[in-house]
């Protein structure tokens, strides 16, 4: 199984970002969904989550900037940000929670590559 992001860049501050992660490979199921982010010389936090019946969760500091939703036929969980921020520079990292399909019994969690995020000011 792996995770693969991709749509991060170089954005003015005001822009916006759109974020993609996919998983692929033995995948019996996916629960839950979420980006986390590392800003430079800052340990690594959560920016949202999202469970396999969609309900949502957001850091304080991007609600109502960011929007995170997933495709389940595609096993693909996106991060729509806007009015980005130059305290949104991060490497942003997807995570899910995957059982295989040779294994289905246990729930194993995966991460992302990471995806580089910086905004200007």
């Known amino acids: 199984v792996q995770l693969q992001a991709s749509g991060g860049g170089l954005v003015q501050a005001g822009g916006s970002l759109r974020l993609s992660c996919a998983a692929s490979?033995?995948?019996?199921?996916?629960?839950?969904m979420a980006w986390y982010r590392q800003p430079p010389g800052k340990r690594r936090e959560l920016v949202a989550s999202i469970t396999s019946g969609g309900s949502t969760n957001y850091a304080d500091s991007v609600k109502g900037r960011f929007t995170i939703s997933r495709d389940s036929a595609k096993n693909t969980v996106y991060l729509q940000m806007n009015s980005l921020k130059p305290e949104d520079t991060a490497v942003y990292y997807c995570?899910?929670?995957?059982?295989?399909?040779?294994?289905?019994?246990?729930?194993?969690?995966?991460w992302g590559q990471g995806t580089q995020v910086t905004v200007s000011s």
């Open positions: 490979g033995s995948i019996f199921s996916i629960n839950a």
């Open positions: 995570n899910a929670a995957i059982r295989r399909v040779y294994d289905s019994i246990y729930e194993n969690t995966y």
